[in-house]
Structures are given as C-alpha cells and as structure tokens.
C-alpha cells in the first residue's frame, strides 16, 4: 500500500521542469535580447534586424560573407600566415556578420545566461544544412567551453548549442573534443589566437576508436577561424575524413 502511494505521489520530471519555468517565468518574464519587449528572448522585429550573410555570394569554402568570387580569407596568402596551405576543414558556413546586434545575442546567450536563445541560435544553424549532407553526416560536435568559461558560466554553451541542433536536425550530438586550459581569445589579436589554438584541442579518449566519418562542428562566433582549424584539426588527425562547419557570427 505504501509502495502504491509513493509510486501515485510520483510527479514526472518533465512535469516538474514545466512548473518550474512557468514559475520563473511569472516572477521573470523573459524579455528580447536586444530591445527588452517581454515575450520571447528575441522578439520577431529583431530577429528579422540581424545582418544575416547572403549564402549566395559567401565563400562556399570559408563561408566569408563576399567571397565567392575571390576570398580575401580564406586565399593561399591569408592561410600562410596561419602556417597552413589548405584549410583544415572541408567547408563553413555562418549565419550573421557579427556586428553590435549580434554580438549582444551572443553575450546573452553565454555570459548573461540566457539559455532560451541557444535554441534560436540553433534553428539558425540548421537552416544553413545542406540538404545533402544528411546522408553523409554521422555526428555533430562542438568547440567545448574552456574550463575558465565553464566556472565563471556554469554551462558549457557549445555543448547546449549541439544538442539542440541535434534535435532539430536528428543527428546526434557527441562531444568528441576536450580542450585544456587556454587564455580567453576575446582579448587576443589575430597572431595570438592563433598561437593560443595551436594544439590545444584533444580528442576524447572514448572517442578515438570510433571517430565518426563525417563531422558536422559548430561554434557560435568565427573570428579569425583559428579555433575551427585547430578543432577540425584534431578531429581528422584522430580519425574523421570530413568535417564541415556551422557558425551563428562570423566576424
């Protein structure tokens, strides 16, 4: 009889998880990132104001917003200075120019703990799938947060970014990556970020004897690529044949 009524007094997780946010959202209504209207983290004016990258005339290699015809990044002279002849991965693609709007997306996101925008960072991630990768694509992975980020976040923002991609695509998320302690790339020129990247990706352990074939890596900003080529590095050095690259802002 006890057994039947704690098994009755049970409430579901997912039961208590949605009277928990309808109970922060009544004492904090979630406001719009950008112009504070109440409703949703980012209100549809504002999503319709982001400097989205005309995939048309971008890169089809690096994904730089005007670089289909002639790439000014991802050209044989920019990547000497990188120390490479090629790019590491086999493509990339971004959703917004960062500029000061989308900038402050992302801030919000990570450093004002907003997780609700991952998912709208993620649906614009997943319309820049292209329809062909799905029979090719076996993983998504993601740069893993720093473990200076992590303490001072309590989340590591790349990993919630892959799993709600995963959701909304239905490849699954793996964290294929470990990354040591670097210092924080916001505060470095081109040159040092890319000395600071340099070998500072490792792959899982549990994940070397079953690497995916093809990889899908995210990340919410390119700056000056250096993390992705270290990333994407690491990733074909232990194993993967393809990676291919999504980024919501690319500087």
């Known amino acids: 009889m006890v057994g039947r009524m704690e098994k009755s007094a049970h409430i579901p997780y997912q039961v208590l998880h949605t009277l928990k946010q309808a109970g922060l959202e009544t004492a904090w209504p979630t406001r719009c990132a950008l112009c504070d209207k109440p409703g949703a983290p980012l209100c549809e004016a504002c999503k319709l104001s982001l400097p989205f990258i005309d995939q048309s005339l971008a890169c089809p290699l690096c994904g730089a917003p005007a670089g289909l015809r002639q790439c000014t990044e991802c050209n044989s002279v920019m990547l000497r200075t990188c120390g490479l002849s090629r790019l590491p991965f086999d493509s990339c693609s971004n959703s917004v120019v960062l500029d000061e709007r989308s900038l402050k997306v992302v801030t919000t996101f990570k450093d004002g703990g907003e997780r609700l925008l991952g998912d709208q960072i993620a649906f614009y991630l997943a319309c820049l799938v292209n329809p062909s990768w799905y029979n090719t694509l076996n993983a998504i992975t993601y740069v893993p947060a720093s473990p200076q980020s992590m303490k001072r976040r309590g989340f590591d923002h790349g990993m919630l970014l892959a799993h709600a991609l995963s959701a909304a695509i239905g490849i699954p998320s793996l964290g294929l990556l470990a990354r040591p302690a670097t210092q924080d790339q916001r505060r470095l020129n081109r040159l040092e970020r890319l000395e600071n990247m340099r070998q500072a990706f490792a792959v ?48």
Do not use: E, H, W
């Not at 074939?213 to 590095?233: F, N």
């Open 204 to 251: 899982n352990p549990a994940a070397k004897p079953k690497m995916p074939r093809s990889v899908l890596l995210i990340d919410d900003v390119m700056t000056t690529g250096a993390t992705l080529y270290a990333a994407s590095m690491a990733l074909k050095a232990n194993g993967a044949q393809q990676v291919r690259c999504l980024t919501f802002a690319r500087a």
